[in-house]
């Protein structure tokens, strides 16, 4: 998206995982493939000038897997 990086070859790869409480146990997780940015927005609200700036980004996704994560009891 910035300077002409939209292509195919500018696709990513991720993940999102789920853990339990104890923030160590994998619970499952959502591959995404082929993620791209489409769109980036400044955010305006913040008035200070001291204040952290923001972006959103709006991401697309090709494809998506589930994968769950049996718990050994």
């Given at each position: 998206?910035?300077?002409?990086?939209?292509?195919?070859?500018?696709?990513?790869?991720?993940?999102?995982?789920?853990?339990?409480?104890?923030?160590?146990?994998?619970?499952?997780?959502?591959?995404?493939?082929?993620?791209?940015?489409?769109?980036?927005?400044?955010?305006?609200?913040?008035?200070?000038?001291?204040?952290?700036?923001?972006?959103?980004?709006?991401?697309?996704?090709?494809?998506m897997d589930f994968q769950y994560t049996p718990v050994k009891t």
């Amino acid at each position: 998206m910035i300077k002409g990086n939209n292509g195919e070859s500018s696709e990513k790869n991720g993940s999102l995982t789920f853990l339990s409480p104890n923030r160590t146990t994998e619970l499952g997780r959502i591959n995404f493939f082929n993620l791209g940015i489409f769109k980036l927005a400044f955010d305006e609200s913040d008035a200070a000038p001291d204040a952290i700036k923001r972006v959103t980004a709006e991401l697309y996704c090709e494809r998506m897997d589930f994968q769950y994560t049996p718990v050994k009891t």
